[in-house]
């Protein structure tokens, strides 16, 4: 007997797909264009013409649980190609959003971070915390300094401040404070990612073993880890992208802001080391090796960023939506404010590198506390995917 399979669409996810970007889903009438003209959709069972019927169908569960949306690098090949204007490659980035939404935790607030209309209290959160911050290091420095000393005697110090002659973010906003506030908020990100990673790849796997796009029918954690670590020089290349004709200038942007952000990561790391270990405080000499690091990798965020805010605005085809500007605003501030500090605490400028500190520390929390909400978060669901991908011979 013929297996009989009812489809029962999901109208408000349809909904929500239109809403992120997919308008054109619609559309589509299956002629397939798409799926040839996609460079790197696998044989067996490419993408995107079954998702776009997916789509358009409110299949929610197939399309949310799919590690094939999450393959796609939105290179527009197929959007170019397509003869209905369905833009197939906007409708996945769509559904790529709303799978965000469905796998961070909690829900509320992903629904925050993608709503516009609350983009003011995302802001005022942070800048009314560090406006306090702020004050109390500068106003109650000589009460920090005694409730320090008597919790921890002389064994930890108040004041990571050197002098007065020299200028020092420190003055402005308690290094404690700054730490403080930015270790439980990146630990939660993570907390919160690896809960969702887990469960997306938990059910990419059954999605694949269902629509037999994998031959293990098993979820092995060590091979895939194997198999996540094989995928990093892809990663790290670009090489996807390269494959793509359309945007295909996308790829050196996209990579001046990866290794930017790597390039942080590191120098964040070193310098905690340097103050709580070492007990060395910055501000560090500019001859200093990992300073070369902050500034070159501050740079090519700028510019990186920068170029990809260029192309979003030359290319009238592709369209962008609050999403990614939510990302590429807070990418670029978080460059600029941290090369503007730089260069006017170099010019002596001092309340203009707390101006401009305030306005970094703003960004960066906003990098981290919605870290897991944001498109900023497709980093690591496409890279789980990409594993997956190799994991479950996917090719
Ligand atoms: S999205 Fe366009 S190219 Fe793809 S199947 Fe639909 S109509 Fe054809
Ligand atoms: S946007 Fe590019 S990568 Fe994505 S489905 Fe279309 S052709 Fe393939």
Same mark, same amino acid.
């Given at each position: 007997?013929?297996?009989?399979?009812?489809?029962?669409?999901?109208?408000?996810?349809?909904?929500?797909?239109?809403?992120?970007?997919?308008? *054109?889903? %619609?559309?589509?009438?299956?002629?397939?264009?798409?799926?040839?003209?996609?460079?790197?959709?696998?044989?067996?069972? +490419?993408?995107?013409?079954? &998702?776009?019927?997916?789509?358009?169908?409110?299949?929610?569960?197939?399309? #949310?649980?799919?590690?094939?949306? /999450?393959?796609?690098?939105?290179?527009?090949?197929?959007?170019?190609?397509?003869?209905?204007?369905?833009?197939?490659?906007?409708?996945?980035?769509?559904?790529?959003? $709303?799978?965000?939404?469905?796998?961070?935790?909690?829900?509320?607030?992903? %629904?925050?971070?993608?709503?516009?209309?609350?983009?003011? =209290?995302?802001? #005022?959160?942070?800048?009314?915390?560090?406006?306090?911050?702020?004050?109390?290091?500068?106003?109650?420095?000589?009460?920090?300094?005694?409730?320090?000393?008597?919790?921890?005697?002389?064994?930890?110090?108040?004041?990571?401040?050197?002098?007065?002659?020299? #200028?020092?973010?420190?003055?402005?906003?308690?290094?404690? !404070?700054?730490?403080?506030?930015?270790? +439980?908020?990146? *630990?939660?990100?993570?907390?919160?990612?690896?809960?969702?990673? %887990?469960?997306?790849?938990?059910?990419?796997?059954?999605?694949?073993?269902?629509?037999?796009?994998?031959?293990?029918?098993?979820?092995?954690?060590?091979?895939? =880890?194997?198999?996540?670590?094989?995928?990093?020089?892809?990663?790290?290349?670009?090489?996807?992208?390269?494959?793509?004709?359309?945007?295909?200038?996308?790829?050196?942007?996209?990579?001046?802001?990866?290794?930017? !952000?790597?390039?942080?990561?590191?120098?964040?790391?070193?310098? !905690? =080391?340097?103050?709580?270990?070492?007990?060395? +405080?910055?501000?560090?000499?500019?001859?200093? +090796?990992?300073?070369?690091?902050?500034?070159?990798?501050?740079?090519?965020?700028? #510019?990186?960023?920068?170029?990809? =805010?260029?192309?979003?605005?030359?290319? &009238?085809?592709?369209?962008?939506?609050?999403?990614?500007?939510?990302?590429?605003?807070?990418?670029?501030?978080?460059? $600029?404010?941290?090369?503007?500090?730089?260069?006017?605490?170099?010019?002596?400028?001092? /309340?203009?590198?707390?101006?401009?500190?305030?306005?970094?520390?703003?960004?960066?929390?906003?990098?981290?506390?919605?870290?897991?909400?944001?498109?900023?978060?497709?980093?690591?669901?496409?890279?789980?995917?990409?594993?997956?991908? &190799?994991?479950?011979?996917?090719?």
């Amino acid at each position: 007997m013929t297996e009989k399979y009812l489809a029962q669409p999901d109208l408000d996810f349809i909904a929500q797909v239109r809403g992120l970007g997919g308008e *054109t889903l %619609k559309k589509c009438y299956q002629c397939a264009t798409c799926s040839v003209a996609c460079p790197i959709a696998p044989e067996n069972s +490419p993408f995107p013409r079954k &998702e776009m019927i997916a789509a358009s169908w409110g299949l929610k569960d197939r399309l #949310i649980c799919s590690g094939d949306i /999450w393959l796609c690098h939105q290179c527009g090949d197929c959007t170019d190609l397509c003869p209905r204007g369905a833009a197939p490659g906007d409708v996945l980035s769509a559904v790529r959003s $709303a799978a965000i939404t469905e796998y961070a935790t909690p829900k509320v607030l992903a %629904k925050i971070v993608n709503d516009p209309q609350k983009l003011p =209290i995302l802001l #005022i959160i942070p800048a009314i915390w560090f406006a306090i911050l702020a004050y109390i290091t500068m106003a109650h420095d000589d009460i920090m300094t005694k409730i320090f000393h008597a919790i921890f005697g002389d064994f930890i110090q108040w004041s990571h401040s050197h002098g007065e002659h020299i #200028i020092a973010q420190a003055d402005f906003f308690s290094t404690w !404070f700054v730490d403080l506030t930015f270790v +439980p908020t990146f *630990t939660a990100a993570v907390l919160i990612f690896l809960f969702s990673l %887990k469960n997306f790849l938990d059910d990419i796997h059954q999605n694949a073993v269902l629509e037999g796009k994998t031959d293990k029918t098993s979820l092995n954690y060590k091979e895939f =880890i194997q198999s996540l670590i094989k995928v990093v020089p892809t990663v790290l290349k670009h090489n996807k992208f390269s494959e793509c004709e359309t945007n295909k200038d996308r790829a050196t942007p996209h990579m001046m802001v990866l290794f930017s !952000f790597i390039g942080l990561f590191i120098v964040t790391a070193l310098f !905690f =080391i340097s103050l709580y270990v070492l007990q060395k +405080p910055g501000p560090y000499p500019q001859i200093n +090796p990992v300073k070369w690091l902050a500034n070159i990798s501050g740079v090519a965020l700028v #510019i990186g960023s920068a170029l990809m =805010i260029k192309n979003r605005l030359a290319d &009238e085809t592709q369209l962008t939506f609050y999403k990614d500007w939510f990302l590429l605003g807070i990418v670029f501030s978080l460059g $600029a404010t941290g090369m503007l500090t730089e260069m006017a605490r170099l010019a002596h400028f001092t /309340w203009i590198c707390y101006f401009f500190y305030y306005l970094h520390l703003i960004s960066i929390f906003l990098l981290f506390a919605f870290l897991p909400f944001s498109k900023m978060a497709h980093i690591a669901y496409r890279f789980v995917a990409m594993g997956y991908a &190799e994991y479950g011979n996917r090719k």
